[in-house]
């Protein structure tokens, strides 16, 4: 069983930080993760790639989180960290993190609330 829990959303006003953390925690299965990636949805709107980072350590983001987003990797490989900054109102979203294995499984969080206030 694979589970994948994020945390580091909450409320913040525009142009500030916040960091949101996943971890991937496994048992019982074979788990090599490929890539981990954030997700978000705001209301009314379909789940869209934030960002994403390979196990190689490749990075890629939707062009709306270019230069104030940074993802990365923590020490152990399983970890995934999402730095955002010069937050914008628009970056209002619930954020799930995913974990997809090396046979392209797709696992997901249940998400954190990250609120911008103008």
């Known amino acids: 069983q694979v589970q994948v829990v994020e945390s580091g959303g909450g409320l913040v006003q525009a142009g500030g930080s916040l960091r949101l953390s996943c971890a991937a925690s496994?048992?019982?299965?074979?788990?090599?993760?490929?890539?981990m990636g954030w997700h978000r949805q705001a209301p009314g709107k379909q789940r869209e790639l934030v960002a994403a980072i390979t196990s190689g350590d490749s990075t890629s983001y939707a062009d709306s989180v270019k230069g104030r987003f940074t993802i990365s990797r923590g020490s152990a490989k399983d970890t995934v960290y999402l730095q955002m900054n010069s937050l914008k109102p628009e970056d209002t979203a619930v954020y799930y993190c995913?974990?997809?294995?090396?046979?392209?499984?797709?696992?997901w969080g249940q998400g954190t609330q990250v609120t911008v206030s103008s």
């Open positions: 995913n974990a997809k294995d090396i046979m392209s499984r797709s696992f």
């Open positions: 496994y048992s019982g299965i074979f788990f090599s993760i490929n890539s």
